[in-house]
């Protein structure tokens, strides 16, 4: 009997809200960070302590809200993570004081994390099938990188009409207005998005045959028991240090390789168009490859980027050199954030149980949201300004590529056959 899947609408949903749902925590402080500062009248060190309390509420969503994903549909899931992240945008729109603020980031991480997360990766499974879960991650990983840019262009060109000044003038009152209509029109669309999911993201099978009545103990046993899902921790924990290790790669450029900010934006631009790029491309040919063997690939694709810049033999001399290396550290760390969750299904992970998985898996997995910025940065801090402290980090880089190389190999040799 031919399997039957879930409609492309599906997968469009599915994307768009994937990334919607992020836009006002981090995606808008990312790309106006300036601006929020001065609007919320915040130091650097308060906005981190925001972004603290949101990682602190992750942290226990992820196990709490993973069994959630395996007892309810996923688009009701994910429609309501929308309305309620959507409405911690009204109150941010407010400017509130430092406490209030804390207090919606915290909510923010509740709605985006014990609602959404593990069912949006349930979903993408769904999609998938037996057959498509390359592709399937893939997309998902592509499409919300594309989704992220066109938000943050959207932002930009909202901010710029409701100037009444050029930014370079404009006064602290008018910026604030503007960026209130910013907020507003994420908040509007992630609502309208939530509307579409709700009633159009449905699957051709039985939504019922991938839910379960209960979650117990036994349950929760019965996924730690799976190897894969070990190796899954390591795996995602490892390629995730390299996600965030990206982060000083316009740094290097402005530090090292002596460009002036203009230029090394230009680096932080290109990765941003090497995200959707990649697991796009991934997505075609995942499923025609062996899955597990091309994440391992690029376990080693993104070893050879760390290692590149960590040997020290990249300078200013060296331009061709240094793009070579971008795009090989981007291609390795892209592809690895759109393979990880595409091989549950050869890791023989029960479709039914994939929350309860995704929430275990995910608090290991991405523990370097705590550890990985401050580690970086004492690095870079020890050398500021240096060559010798980037090569640190990258040294860093390298040994966790290496760690996830050789748990991808495991997992490789274990299911890949």
Same mark, same amino acid.
């Given at each position: 009997m031919k399997e039957t899947k879930p409609s492309w609408l599906y997968l469009l949903l599915l994307i768009l809200s994937g990334e919607a749902i992020f836009i006002l925590p981090f995606v808008f402080p990312r790309v106006f960070r300036p601006t929020v500062l001065d609007v919320l009248e915040l130091e650097n060190v308060e906005l981190g302590l925001c972004f603290s309390v949101y990682g602190l509420v992750a942290m226990v969503s992820y196990v709490l809200g993973g069994p959630l994903a395996d007892k309810y549909q996923p688009r009701k899931l994910i429609a309501i993570a929308l309305w309620m992240t959507a409405l911690g945008g009204l109150i941010f729109a407010q400017y509130p004081d430092m406490w209030v603020l804390q207090i919606v980031y915290g909510w923010w991480g509740f709605t985006t994390i014990?609602? *959404?997360?593990? #069912?949006?990766?349930?979903?993408?499974?769904?999609?998938?099938?037996? =057959?498509?879960?390359?592709?399937?991650?893939?997309?998902?990983?592509?499409?919300?990188?594309?989704?992220?840019?066109? *938000?943050?262009?959207?932002?930009?060109?909202?901010?710029?009409? *409701?100037?009444?000044?050029?930014?370079?003038?404009? &006064?602290? =009152? &008018?910026?604030?207005? #503007?960026f209130t209509y910013v907020i507003y029109s994420a908040s509007i669309i992630i609502i309208l998005i939530g509307i579409l999911v709700w009633f159009f993201m449905k699957s051709d099978k039985n939504d019922e045959k991938v839910t379960l009545e209960r979650i117990s103990w036994n349950e929760i046993k019965q996924v730690l028991k799976l190897p894969s899902v070990w190796l899954l921790m390591v795996i995602i924990l490892c390629g995730y240090v390299g996600y965030k290790i990206t982060d000083i790669i316009s740094q290097y450029a402005e530090e090292v390789m002596l460009y002036n900010q203009v230029e090394s934006a230009k680096v932080g631009t290109l990765l941003q168009f090497l995200r959707p790029a990649t697991g796009i491309l991934v997505g075609l040919i995942a499923d025609k490859l062996k899955i597990t063997w091309l994440l391992f690939v690029s376990f080693v694709l993104t070893l050879i980027g760390g290692l590149l810049f960590a040997s020290g033999v990249i300078a200013p001399t060296t331009t061709l050199l240094f793009f070579m290396s971008v795009v090989v550290i981007a291609a390795g760390v892209y592809a690895i954030r759109a393979l990880y969750f595409g091989v549950m299904q050869v890791g023989k992970i029960p479709m039914t149980l994939t929350g309860t998985a995704v929430g275990l898996i995910s608090l290991i997995g991405y523990t370097p949201d705590v550890f990985a910025g401050p580690a970086y940065g004492m690095l870079l801090d020890a050398h500021p300004g240096e060559e010798l402290g980037h090569q640190h980090v990258f040294w860093m880089l390298s040994a966790f590529a290496f760690v996830g190389g050789l748990a991808a190999w495991v997992y490789q040799r274990k299911y890949g056959r």
């Amino acid at each position: 009997m031919k399997e039957t899947k879930p409609s492309w609408l599906y997968l469009l949903l599915l994307i768009l809200s994937g990334e919607a749902i992020f836009i006002l925590p981090f995606v808008f402080p990312r790309v106006f960070r300036p601006t929020v500062l001065d609007v919320l009248e915040l130091e650097n060190v308060e906005l981190g302590l925001c972004f603290s309390v949101y990682g602190l509420v992750a942290m226990v969503s992820y196990v709490l809200g993973g069994p959630l994903a395996d007892k309810y549909q996923p688009r009701k899931l994910i429609a309501i993570a929308l309305w309620m992240t959507a409405l911690g945008g009204l109150i941010f729109a407010q400017y509130p004081d430092m406490w209030v603020l804390q207090i919606v980031y915290g909510w923010w991480g509740f709605t985006t994390i014990f609602l *959404f997360w593990a #069912a949006m990766i349930k979903a993408t499974r769904i999609w998938g099938g037996t =057959n498509s879960q390359g592709k399937a991650f893939g997309f998902l990983d592509g499409g919300r990188g594309l989704t992220g840019g066109l *938000f943050s262009l959207l932002g930009v060109v909202v901010f710029s009409f *409701f100037l009444s000044e050029s930014p370079e003038v404009a &006064d602290l =009152n &008018d910026r604030k207005e #503007a960026f209130t209509y910013v907020i507003y029109s994420a908040s509007i669309i992630i609502i309208l998005i939530g509307i579409l999911v709700w009633f159009f993201m449905k699957s051709d099978k039985n939504d019922e045959k991938v839910t379960l009545e209960r979650i117990s103990w036994n349950e929760i046993k019965q996924v730690l028991k799976l190897p894969s899902v070990w190796l899954l921790m390591v795996i995602i924990l490892c390629g995730y240090v390299g996600y965030k290790i990206t982060d000083i790669i316009s740094q290097y450029a402005e530090e090292v390789m002596l460009y002036n900010q203009v230029e090394s934006a230009k680096v932080g631009t290109l990765l941003q168009f090497l995200r959707p790029a990649t697991g796009i491309l991934v997505g075609l040919i995942a499923d025609k490859l062996k899955i597990t063997w091309l994440l391992f690939v690029s376990f080693v694709l993104t070893l050879i980027g760390g290692l590149l810049f960590a040997s020290g033999v990249i300078a200013p001399t060296t331009t061709l050199l240094f793009f070579m290396s971008v795009v090989v550290i981007a291609a390795g760390v892209y592809a690895i954030r759109a393979l990880y969750f595409g091989v549950m299904q050869v890791g023989k992970i029960p479709m039914t149980l994939t929350g309860t998985a995704v929430g275990l898996i995910s608090l290991i997995g991405y523990t370097p949201d705590v550890f990985a910025g401050p580690a970086y940065g004492m690095l870079l801090d020890a050398h500021p300004g240096e060559e010798l402290g980037h090569q640190h980090v990258f040294w860093m880089l390298s040994a966790f590529a290496f760690v996830g190389g050789l748990a991808a190999w495991v997992y490789q040799r274990k299911y890949g056959r």
